[in-house]
């Protein structure tokens, strides 16, 4: 049984040519080491491409997209991956709500939200890991009841990427304490602005202030602000989970090319090329193309409507062997020069032990492909 | 002009049909036991379905199988365990005996008969890429060229009248009947029955329609590529099934064992190496179209890939089957030794490894000198 794959044609590589020809023009180089000035690049950035007409690329032309398909976004996302800045700082609604939103949202919330994703006129981040329900996601408690038009919302968030430079927050709370633990979610679209909000950073293991957590006390949000049907947020959560993987994972996988090419020229550069050295970057080279190929796969599956259930989950971990193998490849090649010389080497290799657990541990995506690809009874059964 | 796709899964299950019915475990068992090549009638009814034809044109009788077909087929011959010498005769032998037939060569064109027929053997040996190769050509003055094998390691069907040999820049038809050509037969292969030999021959003249220099000979080593990884996909895959059949039905602790998350965990990585392969070789199916010189890349790093992370699976699925799987008769090892027997004909995964790592140490050694 063949897998479906992209296929890039001429039109595909005209515009690759494009895009590439004008980031030669306009990379603007480094971004700043300092996090808070690195945000606003990134920021400027998405707003300068989007002018140039490179972001929404898959978007249906009435919300400010240019209706190609996605093989003109991988492109995109490839190509950006050869600029000094390969990350969109609003990829998490690109990627993942924006497209929700086409699935599941109203008229009236396509009209207003998804214009300003595009040049990050409004960054968003999402609320579902919780204190008490992180692995464990159906064991969300934040909750929202209603109160005339609107719902109200309390409790705790963790681990919100960019919460503190989001204006909409996609939050899973309960609205249905009665139903069982997978039921009885809905997914709110929080403006971040409201009264009762507080964002409090947690420094992650870099001492950057990446992800924070995020306090509810009884925060008003329209009843229009549900995204689907109310008590039916884990549908919703779960196909935006699904459409999370194909260019996020293609992003990750396109940086990783660039920092193996990176590799291999200070190898290089070193006289380093006997076989031991040669034989440890071909192992990390073969991780990447198999796992560019997947994505390829994964695309395509979204594009035709053939994804199996669960098969992202593979995408994921095939990111994460990648990830950490080519990291630690790069410290234990470089020893001295990544330790202490260091052009990101040891920050990435720390970098790296988060790709196992963000957006779902391996040991969840293992799960994950356990019951819902081989359909393995549950423990206990 | 070539198969399309739904008409590559129908005769993906014809194969399948075929070779479920021709060679059923017990006759694998037997012939490995006994280091022969099967006795049943499973190569007449693959050459009456068309095998031996998978990758000649429609003019020479063939079906004109494309890199999708090609992969879709393989990973029955996988499955199915299709021994090693069929594999040859239809990648390599049968389009370098049509090639031949097309410059005149009327032996070649009666030999192609015969084999399309399964009236004929052969077998022979492609090798891939930046491989030490135990084979050597001289063009000669003239007409044609000299060849020596040194010891070449190849897979001869019973009987075998020809074999190919095939690198990514010439290939030959070698004539078992030359006096020149010592065919030396090898027991204790990891992959037994078939038919292992070594090749020995000294600057024997083999005439210009039976060699292939250049891009034709490269075509034939990336269709062997394909179709090897498709096999050993096939072999993961189908050890992959089993075993998750397994481990739901076998029942330990009062509890399926599948219901275990060491078990349930082990799974899902095989899961993930079979469904990886899928989509690189969708990948490669789709590069090739470009060239040999465009997919190379990626079949470097498949060679090491494939072989490697399927090898995992198989000893994933023997693990997993407990004592079971480490008795000869449950035949896991049937597929495992098959993934072993092509991982060493890639060169191995050090060496596969390497070379992938040498090619871009090169190339940028390379740009830092511009």
Known sequence: MMLPTLQFGDAEHALAKQIRVWIEQHDPGEPPAEYAARMQALIAWQRQLHAAGFVGLSWPVEYGGRGLGLAAEAVLTEELGRSSMPELINRLALYTWGPTLLRFGTEAQRHRLLAPMLDAGEIWCQGFSEPDAGSDLAGIRTSARRDGDALVVSGQKVWTSRAELSAWNALLVRTDPDQPPHRGLSLLIVDMRSPGITVGPLRQMLDEPHFSEVFFDDVRVPATNVLGSVDHGWEVAMAAMGFERGLFVLERSTRLLRRFDHLVQELADRGRRDDQVASRLGVVRAHLDVLQARVYSTLAGQVQGTLRPGATSVDKLLLTVADQELFAAAFDLLGDDA???DHGWSQDLMLSRSVSIYSGTSEIQKNVIARQMLALPRNGA | MTVAADLGDELAAVFDGVLSGTLPQAALLEAAREDRHPTTAYHQAMADVGFFGLRLGTEDGGLDAGGGTLVSLFEVAGARLLPSA????????????AAAARHGDHDAASWLAQLQAGHLRGGGRTFTPRLDMSASLRTASGDGALVSLDGVWAWLGPDARLAHVATPSWAVVVDLDDAGVRVERHAGAVDPGQGLCRLHARDIAVPSSRLVVGAGASRLVLDWQLAAFAEILGCGAHLLAATVSYAVERRQFGQRIASFQAIAHRLADMTVSVEAVRSAL??????????PAAAEPLAASLRYWVPSAIR???????????????????GLHLHYRRVLQLQAAMGGAFTAATEVGRMYLDRAAEASHV
């Not at chain 2, 005769?89 to 049968?94: I, K, P, V």
């Not at chain 2, 969708?282 to 060239?291: D, F, K, M, W």
Request: aromatic share 4%; glycine share 14%; net charge negative.
């Open chain 1, 339 to 341: 330790a202490s010389a």
């Open chain 2, 86 to 97: 069929s594999h040859e005769e239809a990648l390599g032998l049968a389009p370098l005996l």
């Open chain 2, 282 to 291: 969708a990948r490669l199916v789709t590069i090739a179209e470009s060239g």
């Open chain 2, 312 to 330: 995992t699976v198989c000893e994933g699925a023997i693990q997993v089957h407990g004592g079971l799987g480490f008795t000869w008769e449950a």
